[in-house]
């Protein structure tokens, strides 16, 4: 796997804090663009490329928010990736300035799942297989059969909400904040979802914005302050293994997170060991469980006792979704990814407060989407 | 009787119990697929049409209580069983269950049957699929 071809640095962040209260996305989008040039110290016309995410927002909405910025003339491009939308506007600003089509790129992803219509097949609402097989089944689908195959009990998918809950408590952009302790019985006793997912199981669906800009290593030292390398972006789609499924709700087979993990650990020339956090697509528990795996962060069958041992929260040997994850910081959308690189910077930079991982020098990020993609970036702290 | 979408299943034939899932077959891998495929996705060799199942064994379940995360909610009418259901030539197949979560468990044996959504405009008696526990 190569090096990218030039080195990459995240130079600024910025969110507006996911939530349920009904911002205008073309609000929200503003203020995240606006913080991350911001937190870079750069204006606007130092970026030279502009990568939008976002699954709603209708026809030319990236290039209408992109106007407020400023009338620069820079290219702007729409990039949809289901769940993953905002790691792959995020992976197309990395590849802008490793390829050396501009020395600055912004990523910026905005949504809200509110204000978008439902997964469906066209033209035959609530017949079609896609109508019935939401992704919500499709998760529990994963749950029951962990629970066949290791033994997995509900209470440690409900251990790892409540971590997740935890963790966002702490988090000033998380959508889910709670002024109490997220107990497992709490998580178990809300509204069950789908067998054995309950609705603080379920990620939180609500609105939201996260930019991040990216510049080459000379930009990067003309800004200065810590600086934040990406030293691996992997992009994979499904390949075929047994036990394929085409139709309904689908993130594609577990070999899709191992091989784009294993390409993009390559890439860095570094290992599972060699991480200090991880953000996942949380968007059920099951779905960490199984990553703690499928990243080589623990042996086949292993992930269940991490959970019983707190490995994976913070203060842990490496803790995971630090930001409450889709669990409880949110899941908008199109902006999700782009939360996870905001998070991971602000650990490799030390910022990150109360939720801070001490020592905090590498971070990987890691999402799915629908259809199906796997999307790793690994930041390390130079 | 009419299927709800004839590209993905077929009614039962004269003599058939079941219906039967529209998939593919290439020789070239010996692989099936369902929904068909325009070629095989593993060899882009050409496949040809074939009727598949219609009994399987389950292989993972859920029941869906509240189908949108908490925006949508079955209520009271109770919500619907989903699984998915490995067929002997290697296909797995995800479609709502018949019954209940105490009607099956991962390794029943499962039979395609069909199930009625309605009428169309023309008052024509509209089916989809679903798999329901063989006793």
Known sequence: MSLLARDVYVVGVGMHPFNNDGVPVYDMAYDAG???????????????????????????????????????????????????????????????????????AMALGFDDLNRMGGIGRSGKPGLGAEDVMLPAAFFAMWATRRMHECGTTVETYAQIAAK???????????????????????????????YPHTSKMACAAGGGAAAAIVATEEVARRIGGPAIKVVASQQQSETYTDGHVFLGAVIGPA????????????????????????????????????????????????????????????????????????TARGHPGGPTGLAQIHETVLQLRGTARLRQVDGARTGLCHMAGAGS?????????? | MIPTDDELFRLPDDGEQRPRLRGSFAPESG???????????????????????????LHSW????????????????????????????????QAPLMGTEADWSIGDEMGLTLFPVGADDEGNELVTFRFEAIR
């Open chain 1, 34 to 104: 606006i913080a991350a040039l911001d937190d870079s110290g750069l204006d606007f016309p130092e970026i030279g490329a502009l990568y939008n995410g976002y699954l709603g927002g209708g026809i030319g909405m990236g290039v209408r928010v992109a106007k407020e910025f400023g009338l620069t003339g820079i290219p702007v491009t729409h990039v949809e990736n289901a769940s993953a939308t905002g790691s792959c506007a995020f992976g197309e600003a990395v590849h802008a300035v490793a390829g050396g089509r501009v020395d600055v």
């Open chain 1, 164 to 194: 997740n809950w935890n963790h966002a408590r702490e988090n000033p952009f998380a959508q889910r904040r709670v002024d109490h302790e997220m107990t497992v019985d709490e998580i178990l006793g809300s509204t069950m979802i789908a």
């Open chain 1, 255 to 326: 070999q899709m997170t191992r091989d784009t993990s294993a390409a993009a650990y390559e890439q860095a020339g570094l290992g599972p060991g060699d991480l200090d956090l991880v953000q996942v697509h949380d968007a059920f528990p099951v779905e960490e469980l199984v990553y703690y795996e499928l990243l080589g962060i623990c042996g086949e069958g292993e992930a269940d006792k991490l959970v019983a041992t707190g490995e994976t929260s913070i203060g842990g040997r490496i803790p995971f979704s630090t930001d409450g994850g889709l």
């Open chain 1, 373 to 382: 993609v796997c999307v790793v970036h690994i930041l390390q702290r130079s």
């Open chain 2, 31 to 57: 692989l099936y697929f369902w929904p068909r495929r325009k070629r095989c996705p593993v060899t882009r060799s050409a496949v040809r049409d074939v009727d598949l199942g219609p009994v399987g064994v």
């Open chain 2, 62 to 93: 859920t029941f869906l209580h509240v189908p949108r995360m908490g925006k949508v909610s079955f209520g009271d009418s109770g919500g619907y069983g989903v699984g998915q259901v490995d067929l002997p030539e290697g296909v797995r197949i």
